[in-house]
């Protein structure tokens, strides 16, 4: 089982991963706008989960882990509209960030729901 500090470092990580992928993104001007977006959501999955995990109480917990659901969803969204037709070689290293930001929406989905059975 995974503990809570891994998933507090595994988004850690995936916020970098983030940012050092759009350093290599062909800045076009929708790219630039999109690169603004996934840094901030990225990291913003990582923050919200750091938060929860110091939250107030079990609200608090369920509130900031669900923000933190929304922004991978969101940089899900970012990651697949960001084009990159002059840069083809980025594509598999986009296609793992797409693959994490699945992976960290279905753990705290799971997180929710868990917890959301042990409420009742």
């Not at 990225?42 to 107030?56: I, P, R, T």
Request: aromatic fraction near 8%; glycine fraction near 0%.
């Amino acid at each position: 089982c995974m503990t809570l500090f891994d998933l507090e470092e595994r988004t850690f990580q995936f916020a970098l991963t983030v940012r050092d992928f759009t350093k290599l993104v062909p800045l076009t001007p929708a790219n630039i706008e999109y690169v603004k977006q996934m840094i901030r959501s990225s990291a913003s999955v990582s923050a919200n989960y750091l938060e929860a995990n110091d939250a107030l109480g079990t609200k608090d917990f369920l509130m900031r882990t669900r923000i933190a659901r929304k922004e991978a969803k969101e940089t899900y969204l970012w990651l697949r509209l960001t084009d990159l037709t002059k840069k083809p070689e980025l594509e598999t290293q986009r296609k793992i960030l797409i693959q994490e930001t699945t992976e960290l929406r279905l753990i705290l989905s799971s997180i929710i729901k868990n917890h959301n059975r042990n409420l009742h």
